[in-house]
């Protein structure tokens, strides 16, 4: 398998689960600000605890940038690596497939 076809499993994997698919599209929505970790946590309601554990998924598989503001942890998904990810699900898009080839 390619380095392509890793990281794009690697990040659909992270965002197979609904926390973090929930987690991913609030910072899509908020855009290239981000938003800070606490405010994730308040908006989203989930304990500090459980959304670290997605948001170290989630930073795994390149999927956001984390940076450091002061005390405060700034989060905000990575677009340029989503684009990437369905460049490569449509990269393909109505090719055919060869062994499929109907022989009429």
Same mark, same amino acid.
């Given at each position: 398998?390619?380095?392509?076809?890793?990281?794009?499993?690697?990040?659909?994997?992270?965002?197979?689960?609904?926390?973090?698919?929930?987690?991913?599209? !609030?910072?899509?929505?908020?855009?290239?600000?981000?938003?800070?970790?606490?405010?994730?946590?308040?908006?989203?309601?989930?304990?500090?605890?459980? !959304?670290?554990?997605?948001?170290?998924?989630?930073?795994?598989?390149? !999927?956001?940038?984390?940076?450091?503001?002061?005390?405060?942890?700034?989060?905000?998904?990575?677009?340029?690596?989503?684009?990437?990810? !369905?460049?490569?699900?449509?990269?393909?898009?109505?090719?055919?497939?060869?062994?499929?080839?109907?022989?009429?």
């Amino acid at each position: 398998m390619s380095t392509q076809t890793d990281s794009a499993a690697a990040a659909l994997a992270a965002l197979g689960h609904p926390a973090r698919l929930t987690l991913f599209r !609030l910072l899509v929505r908020a855009g290239p600000d981000g938003v800070l970790v606490g405010e994730i946590a308040a908006h989203l309601d989930m304990p500090l605890s459980t !959304l670290a554990h997605h948001l170290r998924s989630l930073k795994q598989a390149g !999927l956001i940038v984390q940076t450091r503001k002061g005390r405060e942890v700034e989060t905000r998904a990575d677009m340029d690596a989503m684009r990437d990810v !369905l460049d490569f699900l449509m990269s393909e898009c109505c090719k055919g497939v060869p062994a499929l080839a109907r022989q009429d």
